[in-house]
Nanobody
Framework: QVQLVESGGGLVQAGGSLRLSCAAS????????MGWYRQAPGKERELVAT???????NYADSVKGRFTISRDNAKNLLSLQMNSLKPEDTAVYYC????????????WGQGTQVTVSS
């Protein structure tokens, strides 16, 4: 099973930037798509951005033009550069990896808190 560990969250003022990282370990060669999701208090977890092994990215409309997802397959590292942050971006951000290792898997990290103050 693939393990994921996020880092880089914190407190930032509106308009500021943060960069999240996710380190993957285990059978990382079995990963197909990776992505970032977030969950705000009282809300369901939602997709932020995903990226395939071939670096095709997909973004939620709410973050397009502000967030950039990237993937370093050689280092097993997933990143999310977040610019022009807004208070509504406040949430716990989760790293996700999907692939096949005998069976299909859907792995999650423990989450990292991002708080944007107004």
């Amino acid at each position: 099973q693939v393990q994921l560990v996020e880092s880089g969250g914190g407190l930032v003022q509106a308009g500021g930037s943060l960069r999240l990282s996710c380190a993957a370990s285990g059978p990382t060669f079995s990963i197909n798509a990776m992505g970032w999701y977030r969950q705000a208090p009282g809300k369901e977890r939602e997709l932020v951005a995903t990226i395939t092994t071939g670096s095709t990215a997909n973004y939620a409309d709410s973050v397009k033009g502000r967030f950039t997802i990237s993937r370093d397959n050689a280092k097993n590292l997933l990143s999310l550069q977040m610019n022009s942050l807004k208070p509504e971006d406040t949430a716990v951000y989760y790293c996700n990896a999907q692939g096949t290792w005998g069976v299909n898997f859907n792995s999650w990290g423990q989450g990292t808190q991002v708080t944007v103050s107004s």
